[in-house]
């Protein structure tokens, strides 16, 4: 079965430059969460989409922004990288009116050195 | 606001010996329980879910969890552990099926040969 796909699976970027994260959701999902976990800590929702508006919003830096585009993918943007934004970025993604339960991807890896 | 608590950060256990993680959520409202894993390096994976009806709960790899609604706990266990299952384990908690999912801190298992 399709699942969340995520890319890059891994990033190393420079203090002070850009990244930007894709997630593609599992087909028919409307429904994008991000999520950051840090070294040893547990995740920390950012940011999420229903139907390609910002549905919530977490602790998610003003540095960062994200969207959701007409094909449900996803992008988080990251700009002004400083070393403590190095963690685990995940992706789920989930049908809303279905009880709710959201599919995480890999994740991906930013290393900011 | 929901929150989920994990009172054990770190859980030794022998090899084929039970292993119980606890876990509680805050009592406010009605709540879907998730328990997920996490493997060295590697993304989230639902190990099992309570969304209503029968109050245990099986998932995969033979763990089950018991939903308590008296106690509002959703401890995870399983009878006999596996060196395989030593990983980080997450309780989780929805409030409503549009609600983002929200995390423990983590309960990380450790099986001893």
């Known amino acids: 079965a399709a699942g969340v796909i995520q890319s890059p699976r891994h990033l190393i970027k420079e203090k002070r430059e850009t990244a930007t994260l894709k997630c593609y959701p599992i087909?028919?999902?409307?429904?994008v969460y991000w999520y950051q976990q840090g070294p040893g800590q547990d995740p920390q929702f950012l940011i999420s989409?229903?139907?390609?508006?910002?549905?919530d919003k977490g602790s998610i830096p003003d540095r960062f922004s994200a969207q959701q585009f007409s094909d449900y993918h996803s992008e988080l943007n990251m700009s002004s990288l400083e070393l403590g934004d190095s963690a685990l970025y995940f992706c789920?993604?989930?049908?809303?009116?279905?009880?709710?339960?959201?599919?995480f991807g890999q994740g991906t890896r930013l290393t900011v050195v | 606001a929901q929150s989920v608590t994990q009172l054990d950060s770190q859980v030794p256990v022998f090899e084929e010996a039970p292993v119980e993680l606890r876990c509680n959520y805050s009592?406010?409202?009605?709540?879907?329980l998730f328990w997920y894993v996490q493997y060295p390096n590697q993304g989230l994976q639902l190990l099992l879910k309570?969304?209503?009806?029968?109050?245990l709960v099986k998932g995969i790899n033979g763990f089950e969890a018991e939903f308590n609604k008296s106690q509002t706990s959703f401890h995870l266990r399983k009878p006999s552990v596996h060196i395989s299952d030593t990983a980080e384990y997450f309780c989780?908690?929805?409030?409503?099926?549009?609600?983002?999912?929200?995390f423990g801190p983590g309960t990380s298992l450790s099986v001893i040969p």
């Open positions: 989409f229903y139907e390609k508006m910002q549905s």
């Open positions: 309570y969304l209503s009806g029968s109050t």
């Open positions: 087909p028919r999902h409307d429904t």
């Open positions: 989780a908690a929805l409030k409503t099926s549009y609600d983002k999912v929200i």
């Open positions: 009592s406010s409202v009605s709540v879907y």
């Open positions: 789920a993604s989930s049908f809303r009116g279905r009880l709710g339960e959201a599919f």
